[in-house]
């Protein structure tokens, strides 16, 4: 492997777009389903559309910053640009955290569902399986991954279409057991519990911020990746607005045992096995293609860090044959294979305080690089790049305070690390090198 070699530039808006919504995993609504309706207090539509106003002003800043840096890095290279060097490096320990997570998260519930369905097998056997498909898949090249997910992508988009088209049948056939008012606040649930809520289902929108970690691999990613974003946070709402409004209308009632498994008993409650066979079997490669696009995400990430000296050097090399960075995708393969040992709950946590850091810099980025920095202040100029990411980091900042206090203690042990890493290693943080974009951008 080689440190002198550049990543391979040859992915389309097409590309780019699946990636996104394999890493989002439009699956994850079900096989989060239990943590995030308990967490919301059964409220989940007025929960995501909080959620989604919160991402949709931070999806729109990190359209403005990959605009202005199209090279990988995300909210690490974007607020070391704009903001300073230091507090770069803690974003990006912290988006670090958000991206390991996603990973132990998908091989995580690859094995929860697979144990659900097939009892007799260790849910530790399948996370090991899924570890090993989704390393070698990485290793391979990452048009190969985006071309896989393209298939994994579309099977969810149909899954979820059907079952909404079944829920909607059923309404028809004996109408909506909860009324049609999908604001309705349940008894006992407070406006409070729903924020909170809020704070968890921005998990189920992450996704999006991952493909700016692979803007030196996208032709054109000036334009590219933010067309990308937006179109896929909105599919992502349109299909989890739908349906949290059947599930919520039809089924208010609903209780599972085990919250980890929640989203294959209201597939049993629903439509009997039958369904519950079909939903395990898309959600195999749902869960496969979010794997393999968190891997390329979180490997990335790594690289870009190991260019800039912040990670040891090794972490910047490239397969000189495949153009991947092997080493890195190998080592997030073995911290993946922690899932054996962590609870859904917890990693959900960790991802939350992770990505909530990360938006809110970028939404902070966005003013201090346009109107601090290049002194750009025109009346579009103000309401796109100051007052957009301002109400962007508001929102970002309240759902911030409403994870619970594990979530933060977690969080914040883990830039205490950070911190103590990045002073016993005693750097200067270098320039973030612009001269490896090559003339495509």
């Not at 279409?161 to 349940?186: D, E, H, M, W």
């Amino acid at each position: 492997m080689s440190d002198n070699l550049t990543l391979k530039r040859n992915l389309s808006l097409v590309h780019v777009v699946t990636m996104g919504l394999s890493w989002m995993s439009p699956m994850i609504f079900f096989t989060s389903f239990g943590v995030l309706y308990a967490g919301s207090g059964g409220m989940l539509l007025a929960a995501y559309l909080l959620a989604f106003v919160a991402i949709l002003f931070t999806a729109l800043s990190y359209g403005q910053m990959a605009r202005a840096f199209p090279v990988s890095g995300s909210a690490y290279t974007y607020v070391t640009k704009s903001m300073n060097p230091f507090i770069g490096f803690l974003v990006g320990w912290a988006i670090l955290l958000d991206y390991l997570f996603s990973c132990i998260i998908a091989v995580l519930m690859f094995g929860i569902n697979l144990h659900a369905q097939f009892t007799s097998i260790p849910s530790s056997v399948w996370i090991i399986g899924c570890t090993l498909v989704v390393m070698i898949i990485n290793i391979i090249g990452i048009k190969t991954s985006a071309n896989v997910s393209k298939i994994f992508v579309l099977m969810q988009i149909i899954f979820i279409a059907g079952f909404c088209s079944l829920l909607v049948y059923r309404a028809l056939q004996g109408g909506i057991t909860a009324g049609l008012n999908p604001f309705a606040v349940k008894e006992g649930v407070s406006f409070s519990s729903i924020l909170a809520g809020a704070s968890l289902v921005c998990f189920s929108f992450l996704g999006f911020d991952s493909i700016t970690t692979m803007a030196e691999e996208t032709k054109n990613p000036k334009k590219t990746i933010p067309h990308a974003i937006l179109v896929i946070v909105l599919l992502a709402g349109l299909m989890y607005f739908g349906t949290a409004y059947l599930i919520q209308q039809m089924y208010p009632s609903f209780t599972s045992t085990n919250v980890d498994s929640a989203g294959f008993e209201l597939m049993q409650s629903i439509g009997g096995s039958l369904l519950a066979s079909i939903f395990t079997f898309v959600i195999i490669f749902s869960v496969l293609s979010q794997g393999m696009s968190s891997m390329t995400t979180v490997t990335r990430l790594l690289f870009v860090m190991g260019r800039t000296s912040l990670l040891p050097r090794k972490f910047a090399s490239v397969h000189p044959t495949l153009r991947t960075p092997v080493f890195n995708i190998i080592l997030a393969s073995v911290i993946s294979l922690s899932a054996i040992f962590i609870s859904l709950e917890t990693a959900i946590k960790f991802v939350n305080f992770g990505a909530l850091t990360a938006f809110l810099f970028v939404n902070l980025s966005v003013i201090f690089h346009y109107v601090i920095r290049q002194k750009q202040r025109s009346r579009k100029d103000l309401l796109l790049r100051f007052l957009c990411p301002l109400i962007g980091a508001g929102f970002v900042f309240y759902l911030i305070t409403l994870l619970d206090l594990s979530s933060l203690l977690l969080g914040s042990g883990w830039l205490v690390v950070g911190f103590m890493y990045y002073t016993l290693r005693g750097m200067k943080s270098a320039p973030l090198p612009m001269v490896e974009v090559d003339k495509a951008v």
